[in-house]
């Protein structure tokens, strides 16, 4: 399938309080951002007309530009609204969204204080992230070239564009040897992330996965923990090093984009994805297409109650 470029679509794009044409949000090539990383962003998706956990995904950006120091000019209500209404305008009630905020070009060296903050919106159709038929017998995870920094070198918390640099790396190797994506590592050497979604293990019905100490704590993740609690599953927050992965039956990983995919594959060591796995993807997809609560740990405990 031919790529569509994403600077040559139809549609808006809501850039700074206003909706300019898809093709004119542009910005100058001494843009700080594009010269040293100064951005951060969210990846959201609308179901059925409204936004899942909008309003988390609004707080994380407003932290992450927070922890890269500078503040985003506009309230967070506003840009609830916003995404909201860039999808509207764009006639798309089921797609990824995608706010960014980033430092301008009014000064170009590390000091960024005289930088001006831009905001921008952008909706765009986005079916699954793994295709269909790799669904029922999990995707092919390599290990990736890179480890996750520590919390004390970099602002992991943070969903911030330099710190997918890393990603972009180990995900094109992956792909390249015929993987789906690769597992980051911590700098001790402990299973951190895939390059866009938090891991997940099942060993005798029981849930394990990292501790998010160093990579982004996802809103899928902490969504689908509150599910399976909810189920009666008990899931443990921990340290797991890769020599643990030959006792775990069942793989999966969660995320926005990636909602919750099975994985059948790390680096040769295989899964078979299982009932458990499936049953929480089921959930997770049934979950964020309810009118919503006021938190997802609080919809997921609604649903598992209405639904166990
Ligand atoms: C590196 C990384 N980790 C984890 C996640 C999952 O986060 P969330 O569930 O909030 O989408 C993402 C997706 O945005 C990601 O890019």
């Known amino acids: 399938m031919a790529l569509i470029p994403f600077d040559d679509r139809d549609g808006w794009i809501w850039f700074d309080g206003r909706f300019v044409p898809w ?3 542009k910005i100058h090539i001494l843009t700080h951002a594009l010269h040293y990383g100064s951005a951060v962003f969210e990846g959201e998706r609308m179901y059925d007309g409204r936004v899942f956990a909008l309003s988390e995904h609004t707080e994380r950006l407003f932290a992450s530009a927070t922890m890269l120091d500078f ?9 609830d609204q916003a995404c909201t209404e860039t999808c509207a305008r764009n006639g798309l009630p089921d797609c990824y969204v995608r706010p960014i905020a980033w430092r301008g070009a009014e000064q ?9 903050i831009h905001t921008a919106i ?12 790799k669904f029922a017998r999990g995707i092919r995870l390599c290990w990736a070239q890179y480890r996750r920094p520590p919390a004390n070198a970099a602002p992991t918390g943070a969903k911030a564009v330099g ?7 180990s995900k094109n190797i992956a792909e390249r040897t015929g993987f789906d994506d690769a597992l980051m590592l911590d700098s001790d050497g402990n299973i951190a992330e895939t390059t866009g979604a ?6 005798d019905g029981a849930i394990h996965t990292p501790v998010a100490d160093c990579f982004l704590d996802g ?3 902490r969504t689908v923990i509150g599910l399976a609690r909810a189920s009666g599953v008990t899931v443990t927050e921990r340290k797991i090093a890769p020599a643990e992965l030959p006792t775990f039956s069942e793989c999966f990983v969660t995320g926005t984009a990636a909602e919750v995919t099975p994985v059948g594959e790390i680096a040769g060591q295989t899964f078979t994805p299982g009932e458990l796995t499936f049953r929480l993807a ?3 997809g049934a979950l964020v297409r309810k009118p919503q609560q006021p938190s997802p740990t609080a919809r997921a405990t609604e649903l598992a109650g209405v639904d166990a």
């Open 219 to 221: 809103i899928t993740r």
């Open 282 to 284: 089921e959930v997770y």
């Open 71 to 79: 503040a985003i000019p506009f309230q967070q209500a506003e840009i």
């Open 198 to 203: 938090n891991v997940f293990f099942v060993r």
């Open 163 to 169: 710190l997918y640099m890393i990603c972009t790396v």
């Open 23 to 25: 093709r004119e949000a």
């Open 122 to 133: 952008a909706v765009w159709e986005w079916p699954k992230y793994f295709d269909e038929a």
């Open 108 to 116: 170009l060296s590390v000091s960024a204080r005289e930088t001006r």
